[in-house]
């Protein structure tokens, strides 16, 4: 028992030690002055601060920062920090100075400065600020009123990106069912930098009544394409091939695509999740440019399919695929299934089989005659002797065994003539 224990005083010893020799220096490093805190555009936040005073001129000096509750730490040598804040909420950034970027040095006491949100009330906030950026083409932002705000509040949506140069107002406000939306183009620019600028965009009214709402829009996520066209549907030896054309602004590998194929004859509807569209068939590769194909195996070919296919952005260009297009316009191939056609069939076929019976009974009631006549009745012949003279049957029976016999007798004299000759 006394081991451990002088270990855990050995171990308790060099901890301070350690600490010691790291705090010594920190307590004399004095903390940044002037610490300021600005807004640009609409939500970019820009904290300022100057050098400490009385720093050792031995010291290359290097600001440590972070926001409320410890979040993004970060040591650099500039002596400002800026964020893209959703100003909805007070948000704080802390600083101190420190002699290297070495983590474990311990910086000065730490300076803070906070940015609260527009005055007024929180409750007559727009919620629900969303936008979503169409085919690359048009942002359009949705939101729902605030609780404590009046029916006929006058909406005002400001906006900006980094290639627009300066904040614009979205022009046309309309309503869409309990929400309130706004249209804006924001097309592509062939930068490099372009995507990695989000959109700010910030709502509020004409009469200053309501607290501003705020919402930053990255733009590799919240993109909605344009739904795909379909070009042709075809049979291949006995496999759907489905060919298409993408939304305009889209590159084909950056989209995920889902088939759908409903059966109006079996009544069945599949899905197909197609990660990269390709059709084993050489025909279709690379023969149209900009035209997409998917087979899609085990289709009926003699009964009516109906197929459409809708899109998403994928995980290699967008950060979010989440959001569908709309589904393509449906397009059919094969023979609709003609339910008169059926009901007609459905007649014929019984009276076909009946027809077929009635003849093949007939048939056999005459080839019966022929195999087995009938065995002479006594009573019908006696019937015939006294009375009806005029039944063809029986003259034709007549005629019938008096040729068997005439035949018995031509067979024995051949039979005799033969034994003869084989005596000679
Ligand atoms: C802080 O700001 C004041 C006034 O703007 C200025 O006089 C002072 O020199 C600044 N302090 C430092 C350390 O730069
Ligand atoms: C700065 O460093 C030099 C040599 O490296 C040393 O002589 C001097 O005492 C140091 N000054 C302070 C204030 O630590
Ligand atoms: C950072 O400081 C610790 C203790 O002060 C030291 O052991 C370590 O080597 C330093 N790291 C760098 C990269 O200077
Ligand atoms: C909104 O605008 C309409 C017409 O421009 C006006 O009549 C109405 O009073 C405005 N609403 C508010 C809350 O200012
Ligand atoms: C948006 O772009 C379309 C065509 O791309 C154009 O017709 C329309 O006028 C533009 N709207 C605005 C507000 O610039
Ligand atoms: C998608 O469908 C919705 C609802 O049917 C419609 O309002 C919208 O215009 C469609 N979007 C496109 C890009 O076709
Ligand atoms: C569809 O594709 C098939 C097979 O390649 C071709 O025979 C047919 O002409 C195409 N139809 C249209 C409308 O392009
Ligand atoms: C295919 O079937 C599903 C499920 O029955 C249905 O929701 C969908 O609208 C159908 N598609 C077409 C193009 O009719």
């Not at 006058?154 to 300066?166: E, I, P, Q, R």
């Not at 309990?178 to 009469?207: G, P, R, Y």
């Not at 990660?275 to 035209?291: D, P, S, V, W, Y």
């Not at 191939?333 to 093949?360: E, S």
Request: proline share 7%; with cysteine; glycine share 4%.
């Amino acid at each position: 028992m006394e081991r451990p224990a002088r270990l855990c005083g050995l171990w308790a010893l060099l901890l301070y030690a350690g600490r010691g020799g790291v705090a010594a220096p920190a307590e004399s490093q004095p903390p940044v002055t002037n610490l300021s805190v600005s807004v640009e555009n609409l939500c970019t936040i820009i904290w300022t601060w100057n050098p400490p005073e009385g720093a050792s001129p031995n010291c290359s000096l290097k600001y440590f920062s972070h926001f409320g509750n410890k979040q993004d730490k970060k040591i650099a040598p500039e002596t400002h920090r800026s964020k893209e804040v959703p100003l909805n909420e007070r948000i704080c950034l802390q600083v101190g100075s420190q002699c290297s970027t070495n983590e474990s040095e311990k910086p000065s006491i730490l300076v803070e400065k906070c940015i609260s949100p527009p005055e007024g009330d929180p409750e007559s906030a727009v919620t629900e600020l969303q936008c979503i950026w169409h085919n690359l083409r048009y942002m359009k932002c949705t939101w729902l009123p605030g609780r404590n705000t009046s029916p006929d509040t006058n909406y005002t949506l400001y906006y900006w990106h980094n290639s627009l140069g300066k904040i614009l107002q979205c022009e046309n406000i309309y309503r869409e069912g309990q929400h309130i939306a706004c249209s804006f183009n924001l097309t592509k620019v062939k930068d490099s930098s372009f995507e990695q600028h989000s959109v700010q965009v910030m709502v509020k009214d004409n009469a200053g009544k309501i607290r501003p709402s705020f919402n930053i829009v990255p733009l590799t996520s919240h993109v909605k394409p344009d739904p795909p066209h379909i070009k042709n549907l075809s049979f291949q030896n006995g496999d759907l091939y489905v060919q298409w054309t993408n939304p305009q602004n889209f590159q084909s590998k950056c989209l995920s695509y889902e088939v759908e194929v409903n059966n109006s004859h079996a009544e069945t509807h599949d899905i197909f999740y197609v990660e990269e569209a390709k059709c084993q068939n050489t025909e279709f590769e690379g023969n149209l440019e900009g035209t997409i194909c998917f087979m899609v195996p085990g289709v009926l070919p003699d009964t009516l399919n109906t197929v459409r296919i809708r899109v998403k952005t994928n995980k290699l260009c967008y950060e979010d695929d989440k959001l569908w297009s709309n589904w393509s316009q449906a397009m059919s191939i094969g023979q609709k299934a003609n339910p008169t056609f059926y009901i007609t069939t459905l007649l014929i076929i019984p009276v076909i089989v009946a027809a077929a019976v009635i003849v093949l009974l007939l048939y056999l009631k005459r080839l019966k005659i022929i195999i087995f006549p009938p065995i002479p009745d006594p009573g019908k012949i006696f019937k015939e002797m006294f009375g009806d003279q005029n039944d063809d049957t029986l003259h034709w029976k007549k005629y019938d065994i008096y040729e068997k016999q005439t035949k018995e007798e031509t067979d024995s004299v051949v039979l005799i003539e033969s034994l003869k000759r084989a005596s000679q």
